[in-house]
């Protein structure tokens, strides 16, 4: 067998192997049956010979035919080492031989009729068996890259490499990108992540023991914080408690469904009330966390859960398209018609419901492995291999679930996350979110100060964005100069005045208008020269009766970035100011303007052609200058150059 450059898998060996045999025995049985006929004819031809002629009869080395090979190869293989003796007795006497090989070349051709009958039970069942698996070529390996990769420790360590990758970018004097390490997408559909709850919920219930208070908080999180957070709708448990204890033990209740709200769903009990976010909540166009590893492991493992259960349903969606749109049904399918696999006992609109149940009866161990990946194969086709390592998944997000609950740190962070949006107002604009964002961070910081911090956002796109934040520490021991700045960053996100008398002198002394430019102060600038003048409200009111005269649009928005302290102004926001009546205004003094500059001109000119100017072509100079010669004005023509890369405008006479 050749093509071995073609085989990828072991499945596609196999499948490879029983093509070989098929062919092989195709072979045989033709070459078989070839000979038998050729001497046949041979057969009947000597019984029609006279005896004189039959006397005289030999065959030659190609026994009658046109081919020496295909004979002999017959022969020997039914006589092996004496078919060189058969052959010589059918050259010599060929009346004699030739009725006894033919009747023992139909006897080995019914033989293997036979034997091929139940080849062909055995081949077809090893390809139903292969053939979904031979297209698999990534899922023999992906069991293995896909433990190692939802570790832990794996996860830490991929945005450790991108932090370490922009500081030695930094180290090396390049400008590295700004912004998240890390940005994910989650699925639109809310279906999906309810889903997601519900495999974890069913993986709780039957492979861990919770105390009833873990439990409790476990379901608060899942079904409020995490739906709240990723802007979804708050998953609710189709029991009263769903997944609380039993009073009388310390086991879990089995109850596996799960829903989300509707506007005739039953009200939670009071007895377990759940947190309620502001109002707004849901408006803001992004959400916030500052975490530490064990949180950010557990979004990272829930936001592959979640994109494996969204490219799943997509492709059961593919199938059900691809059905309609064609008009034929599974059984028109050309892998079952040639009996490459079996026909499936799920309906196309089945696939995703059924691997869902598939998923939860396999983490139960009701189901074996290769049933729940043959079914998958069958189902999804090349994209199973996401399935074969639901159980691990889940399995590793539960963990993470556990030590959320039982760390202090963890705990002591989702009360942070829990009391900053509780800080929330309704009328929350851009810069006090982000001055409160500051202020969860610091806290955030100073809790976490041997481990690393994250900072997560959630978009109202389902964006997911990580960031690891880099851990500062002050260069002064008092730590006196890195306290004022961040004060002076907290004051000035929050329009606060500033408050300290030091601050006061200093915006007291500074010169905001240069001497030459600030001929003549205004009654505005004169009102607003001494912010902290003892008389307010005179100020108050000159300055209330001069903006009446100004339309102003003050909605710019900057981000400062927590690392460099940069302002950026963000897109679609903006300012400006417009004086009313002040096109009216300036055309009604726009001839003032003119007779002013002209009396200026001609005052200036009449004193330099007294100096410059005789008397004889004084008349000629000043027609010259007031432009009454009475003569052609020169044309001139206009043509561009470029300097330094920028066009120039030149003109030239013709």
């Known amino acids: 067998s050749t093509f071995h450059g073609t085989r990828k898998t072991q499945y596609e060996e196999y499948i490879f192997r029983c093509e070989d045999e098929r062919f092989e025995l195709d072979v045989v049985l033709e070459a078989n049956l070839s000979t038998i006929k050729h001497l046949e004819a041979v057969q009947k031809k000597i019984e029609k010979m006279s005896p004189e002629e039959l006397a005289n009869f030999s065959l030659t080395d190609t026994l009658g035919g046109f081919s020496e090979t295909i004979h002999r190869k017959a022969i020997y293989r039914i006589y092996g080492e004496k078919a060189t003796d058969i052959i010589e007795g059918m050259k010599k006497n060929p009346s004699v031989a030739i009725p006894v090989v033919v009747k023992r070349l139909k006897s080995k051709q019914e033989d293997w009729t036979d034997a091929q009958k139940q080849f062909n039970k055995i081949w077809r069942e090893q390809l139903e068996k292969y053939y979904l698996k031979s297209l698999d070529h990534q899922g023999i390996n992906f069991k293995a890259t896909d433990t190692r990769a939802i570790r832990s420790k794996t996860l830490i360590g991929d945005i450790e490499s991108l932090y370490d990758e922009r500081q030695e970018q930094i180290a090396d004097g390049k400008s590295p990108p700004t912004g998240p390490h890390m940005q994910f997408s989650f699925p639109c559909e809310s279906s999906i992540h309810s889903d997601a709850i519900s495999l974890l919920i069913y993986y709780m219930k039957r492979a861990s023991s919770l105390s009833k208070e873990d439990a409790s908080k476990i379901k608060m999180f899942l079904t409020c914080t995490l ?7 708050r998953v609710i448990l189709s029991s009263d408690d769903d997944l609380s204890m039993d009073s009388d033990s310390d086991t879990m209740e089995v109850e596996q469904d799960i829903k989300v709200p509707v506007s005739s769903a039953k009200p939670v009990s009071d007895k377990n009330p759940l947190p309620v976010p502001p109002r707004h909540y849901d408006n803001l166009d992004h959400h916030t966390m500052f975490t530490n590893n064990t949180i950010y492991t557990f979004f990272r493992l829930f936001q592959f859960l979640c994109d494996r259960l969204n490219k799943v349903y997509q492709q059961s969606l593919i199938a059900i398209e691809e059905n309609i749109d064609t008009g034929n049904t599974i059984q028109d399918s050309t892998a079952i018609r040639l009996g490459l696999k079996k026909l499936p006992d799920i ?3 089945e696939y995703y419901p059924t691997f869902i ?10 189901i074996d492995s290769s049933t729940y990946e043959d079914t998958c194969r069958e189902m999804f086709g090349v994209h199973a291999y996401l399935t074969f390592t639901i ?16 760390e202090e740190s963890c705990l002591q962070l989702m009360e942070h996350y829990t009391s900053f949006i509780e800080g929330l107002s309704d009328i929350t604009t851009f810069q006090v979110l982000n001055t409160l964002e500051i202020q969860y961070q610091k806290k955030i910081e100073s809790l976490l100060n041997d481990e690393n911090c994250y900072k997560i956002v959630m978009t109202c796109n389902r964006v997911l964005s990580i960031e690891l934040l880099e851990s500062e520490e002050s260069s002064d021991d008092n730590g006196t100069e890195s306290k004022k700045w961040s004060n002076y960053v907290a004051r000035y996100c929050t329009d606060d005045p500033p408050q300290t008398q030091d601050m006061k002198l200093i915006l007291q002394d ?11 102060p205004s009654a505005l600038s004169s009102a607003v020269s001494s912010p902290f003048s003892e008389d307010v409200e005179k100020n108050d009111k000159e300055i209330d009766s001069l903006l009446m005269q100004f339309d102003t649009h003050g909605e710019i928005e900057f981000k400062m970035d927590e690392r460099t302290y940069r302002m950026i102004p963000l897109a679609n926001s903006e300012d400006y100011l417009y004086r009313r009546k002040s096109l009216k205004r300036a055309r009604e003094v726009n001839s003032e303007v003119f007779a002013h500059q002209l009396a200026n001109f001609q005052l200036w000119y009449s004193g330099w052609k007294d100096v410059h100017v005789s008397s004889s072509v004084q008349e000629e100079c000043d027609k010259w200058y007031l432009g009454t010669t009475g003569e052609k004005p020169i044309s001139s023509k206009r043509y561009t150059e470029e300097y330094n890369g920028q066009k120039r405008f030149r003109y030239t006479t013709e």
């Open 227 to 233: 739906s709240d957070f990723c802007y979804y709708q």
């Open 347 to 349: 309906h196309i609109d």
């Open 357 to 366: 149940n598939m998923a939860k009866n396999y983490m139960e161990g009701n």
């Open 391 to 406: 159980d691990r998944l889940v399995q590793n997000l539960v963990r993470q679930l556990h030590t959320m609950v039982a």
């Open 510 to 520: 500074r010169k905001v208008f240069l001497k030459r430019n600030h001929r003549k």
